[in-house]
């Protein structure tokens, strides 16, 4: 069964950054995708990003482009977001998902499209 396990969330300043890492294991697939996904209070889940193993197929939402990046780390299933001068719309809970055999899509980050899921870690930026 595939796991993911977040990590890098914390407590920041407006203007400052982190790095989240979402490491998969459980599974024997070499190719696959990962999103980042984040829900604040009150809001609906929101993708965030996209990365597949697929060369040079990753997307950033519109709302993250500017300040973010998405990298993966293949031999190690990991997964990083790069998050610099965040906001404190930022703040959310933030999530991996996971589903092999899979590229991202130009039109969209959908968590319908994933169907494995970490635990979360919690973002939170102070103003």
Request: hydrophobic share 35%; charged share 20%.
């Amino acid at each position: 069964e595939v796991q993911l396990v977040e990590s890098g969330g914390g407590l920041v300043q407006a203007g400052g950054s982190l790095r989240l890492s979402c490491a998969a294991s459980g599974f024997t697939a070499d190719a696959y995708a990962i999103g980042w996904f984040r829900q604040a209070p009150g809001k609906t889940r929101e993708g965030v990003s996209c990365i597949s193993t697929d060369v040079d197929n990753k997307y950033l939402a519109d709302s993250v482009k500017d300040r973010f990046t998405v990298s993966i780390d293949k031999a190690r299933n990991t997964v990083y977001l790069q998050m610099n001068n965040l906001k404190p719309e930022d703040t959310a809970v933030y999530y991996c998902g996971f589903r092999g055999h899979y590229y991202c899509s130009v039109y969209g980050i959908w968590d319908y499209n994933m169907n494995y899921w970490g635990q979360g870690t919690q973002v939170t930026v102070s103003s």
